[in-house]
């Protein structure tokens, strides 16, 4: 009958898709690859299946993640998902500990000259690569200045004149001034990664990533999955796992929902809505963890009337930032004026301004400021940053100030802020460690971040002097110094730090959330 | 027939070559660029002007138009900001996962709408007309995500019977890949199918008006023969022009639809370049569904001529 030609066309149709299928870049002769399918569909009804010899061995873990991974190469890339799958390839020359500070990791020691101008690092011993090729000294070489090339984490290495491989396990950098946060800036995270200087030379660090870490590449379907399989000669602990399967899943809730039905081990954040109803859930172990990132809110001071730091002030005295942390993050975040949470070394106790309407409303009048409207511009890539807009609407419409919240995505909102076109801006800063990280940039006045235009003598020298103070207490003392200056002149005006939100299934094991979010599998195992 | 098709194929050229000026004018218009969306917050105006300058953004418009242009004739989509991945690549690599659940859904629209809108057609004014009614103003209505959670809530998380959500290629595993397929098949499918029935049973009306349908009726022909040989037969070609666009529509990616239940289609493809201000992705990615577009609407005419003899394409 000819009324069934349509059907026909979409039968070819139908066809020609699954002809197309060819291209599908995951690996199905495979046998991780094979077990991945095997433990989504089997997570519990026979435990028999799961153990092996040894408890502490085996399995795949499929992990999931809010979004693509754009690239696997860790010189160039900026998505946060990407190290997610990364921090489980590659090494840097030292790691953040478990209280951040830095701990050897390819190199097993290190020493400084007298003058603090030479750094001498010592690699560890028989480390290879993926591909069994030994790490030497010139895979460190080749790839601190492939980073000082690639840019994107240049400015970590803007202290170091040169770096030199006098033999295969010694590498020596000589820096142009004292830098005593230089472990810190090599190694904070795997941006900092050490890859092959073959790879390098090859041109092939994002498309085969060839690491030194517990996991090595398998394989890497754009918005769908990365397959990563155990290294069995790394270096270090572990790995106990089989292999990890990274499943990009981008809506927050379905992500949970995937965890709920067992479908996923592990999901890489949780909506701050969401975290009773994990906790109550005995099938989920839900971990909250205090962060080293901190939200705040910057004024124009290239603009009328935000160069007047009373109004600036003003401003400051009229938010009450326990109500903004409630509303963008629930329970899941601690107030705070300045900047650096109080799980650190560097934590300021300092909070001079509270919530007091009155004395905004004092410091307005004496600035003759009255009928202000504030172009306060935020993004829906950071949604938490548009709730805590709106709840600055109205604290400040107490003082009479009005506020138009401008909403735009994420890509106009970083060219408007470049342009200097806003009155005011809400957003965060993530993945800092050492102080400088928190400071020099965002408040500088030749610091590159520094998109407020706030500039003060003082706070650029206590800065420039904190930069390059090696004894830490003294450091420590300057820093106070700067961010008292900082919070007083209300170069911004800072809100809370955010807990860092995981959660997995009980089988997993040994796994731990860290304040720096890095997200390590090593030890990891499934029970 | 030979002649058709070229000249419609030496049109379809003009319409893409007016579309791709039309995508690269906008994105160009929007604030915003990818060396300084990839930076991010850790902006520095040094490294930035190195960027752009690598990545030829700081050539006149025309002359980086006009690179695109002459590598996309040559089947060459260029490299994707992004990713640093060759853009014919993605987009093929991304396109079986996107035909198929376009294919799958369009199936459960027709399941849907060739019973509901036939039935509402011969039952015009019964119960079961302003059922097939509500249900396609309802499905028109209903938000795709909001829709599409409801269903991974009652069979994912509460039943348990089918999982929440992702993508396996039939290839791999054929039977997983259908009960990956089914939730996000349904959620767009049932969209489609509100669309449909409409469509079904407004043209099942006018084709039953028709002369010859009443004087069919007059000579005492079965009800059923009549709806089959002279109904039908003349409703279907309205219905096929709205199917292929349809269809040409869910090819294009369903956006929300492959975000809700994770599906590595074409349509995030899209999303994520235009969030990325990632131009030459988004330029074919646009080419790709537009080509599809033409391809589909030259399909429907040639089918018309199959289905109407006295229709010709000539």
């Not at chain 2, 589909?296 to 199959?306: G, P, Q, R, S, T």
Request: proline share 6%.
């Amino acid at each position: 009958m000819r009324w069934r030609s349509p059907l026909a066309l979409l039968a070819l149709l139908a066809l020609i898709a699954a002809a197309c299928d060819g291209g599908e870049a995951v690996d199905v002769d495979d046998p991780t690859g094979e077990d991945v399918t095997d433990e989504t569909v089997d997570d519990d009804p026979d435990p028999d299946d799961d153990v092996e010899e040894d408890a502490a061995t085996g399995g795949t873990l499929i992990a999931a993640i809010g979004g693509d991974p754009d690239q696997l190469d860790p010189h160039t890339t900026t998505s946060s998902f990407a190290f997610t799958v990364l921090e489980n390839v590659y090494d840097t020359l030292v790691q953040p500990g478990d209280d951040l500070t830095p701990e050897p990791a390819l190199a097993e020691s290190w020493e400084t000259s007298d003058d603090l101008l030479t750094w001498t690092f010592t690699l560890r011993d028989g480390v290879t690569f993926h591909d069994g090729s030994a790490l030497t000294a010139d895979d460190v070489v080749a790839s601190f200045e492939r980073i000082a090339e690639e840019g994107q984490n240049a400015f970590r290495l803007d202290a170091v004149d040169s770096f030199a491989a006098p033999d295969d396990t010694t590498v020596v950098m000589e820096l142009n001034r004292p830098a005593p946060n230089l472990l810190d800036q090599v190694g904070a995270f795997k941006g900092m990664a050490i890859v092959s200087a073959a790879a390098i030379e090859d041109g092939t660090v994002g498309d085969e990533p060839n690491g030194t870490g517990p996991f090595s590449f398998v394989s890497f379907s754009p918005g769908d999955n990365v397959v990563l399989e155990a290294n069995p000669d790394y270096w270090g602990e572990g790995p106990f796992l089989d292999g990890i399967e990274f499943q990009v899943i981008p809506d927050e809730s379905v992500k949970v929902t995937n965890l709920e039905t067992g479908e996923v081990d592990w999901i890489d954040s949780v909506p701050p809505q969401q975290i009773d109803q994990l906790e109550a859930d005995p099938d989920i172990e839900m971990s909250q963890v205090a962060g080293n990132d901190y939200w705040y809110l910057s004024l124009n001071n290239a603009r009328e009337p935000f160069d007047d730091v009373d109004v600036r002030r003003a401003i400051a005295f009229a938010l009450n930032i326990d109500d903004i942390t409630e509303a963008a993050n629930f329970d899941a975040a601690t107030p705070n004026e300045t900047a650096i949470p109080e799980t650190s070394f560097w934590f300021l106790d300092y909070a001079p301004y509270g919530h007091d309407p009155d004395q905004a409303q004092a410091l307005l009048d004496d600035a003759g400021v009255s009928d202000l409207t504030i172009d306060l511009m935020v993004t829906n890539e950071f949604p938490e940053t548009v709730t805590a807009a709106q709840v600055i609407a109205s604290q400040l419409g107490e003082v009479g100030i009005e506020v138009d919240i401008r909403i735009e995505d994420f890509s106009t909102w970083l060219a408007e802020q470049g342009d200097g076109n806003f009155d005011a801006f809400a957003l965060g800063w993530l993945g800092n460690i050492d102080p400088d990280d928190f400071y020099y940039a965002q408040h500088h006045s030749e610091g590159v971040n520094n998109f407020q235009g706030f500039a003060d003598d003082e706070v650029d020298e206590l800065l420039d002097a904190a930069r390059e103070e090696t004894d830490e207490d003294a450091r420590k003392a300057l820093y106070d110094q700067a961010a008292t200056r900082i919070v007083d002149l209300a170069s911004y005006i800072y809100f809370y730090n955010p807990d860092i939100l995981e959660a997995w299934s009980p089988e997993v094991q040994g796994y731990e959330t860290r304040p720096d979010v890095a997200t390590r599998f090593a030890t990891t195992s499934l029970g | 027939m030979g002649r058709y098709v070229l000249r419609r194929t030496a049109q379809a050229a003009v319409a893409l070559l007016g579309v791709s000026i039309v995508v690269f004018a906008l994105i160009h218009l929007v604030p915003g660029d990818p060396v300084r969306t990839a930076l991010g917050t850790r902006f520095d105006q040094d490294l930035y002007d190195a960027l752009i300058a690598r990545s030829g953004l700081d050539q006149p418009l025309l002359v980086q138009y006009w690179n695109w242009l002459t590598g996309a004739l040559t089947g060459d989509l260029g490299v994707s900001f992004r990713t640093g991945e060759p853009i014919t690549a993605a987009l093929l690599q991304r396109l079986p996962a996107t035909a198929l659940l376009a294919v799958a859904s369009l199936l459960v629209g027709l399941l849907i709408a060739l019973p509901a809108g036939i039935i509402s057609a011969v039952r015009q004014g019964k119960p079961v007309d302003y059922a097939a009614s509500g249900f396609s103003q309802i499905g028109v209505s209903v938000p795709d995500f909001w829709f599409g959670l409801l269903l991974i809530l009652v069979f994912a998380r509460t039943l348990g019977w089918l999982p929440p959500s992702g993508y396996t290629s039939p290839l791999e595993d054929p039977v997983e890949a259908i009960r990956r397929l089914i939730l996000p098949a349904v959620t767009a499918g049932v969209v489609t199918g509100a669309i449909l029935t409409r469509f079904v049973r407004s043209s099942v009306l006018e084709a039953m008006s028709a002369e010859h349908v009443r004087l069919a009726r007059a000579k005492g022909m079965p009800d059923r023969y009549i709806l089959r040989h002279h109904v039908l037969r003349n409703a279907w070609i309205p219905v096929v022009t709205v199917t292929g666009l349809q269809l040409a529509t869910l090819l294009g990616g369903i956006v929300v639809v492959e975000v809700v239940f994770a599906w590595p289609g074409v349509g995030r493809y899209a999303l994520d370049s235009v969030v990325r201000r990632d131009y030459p992705a988004l330029q074919g990615a646009v080419l790709l569904i537009a080509a599809g577009f033409l391809l589909i609407n030259l399909l429907v005419d040639l089918l018309y001529a199959k289905l109407d003899p006295r229709i010709s394409v000539s």
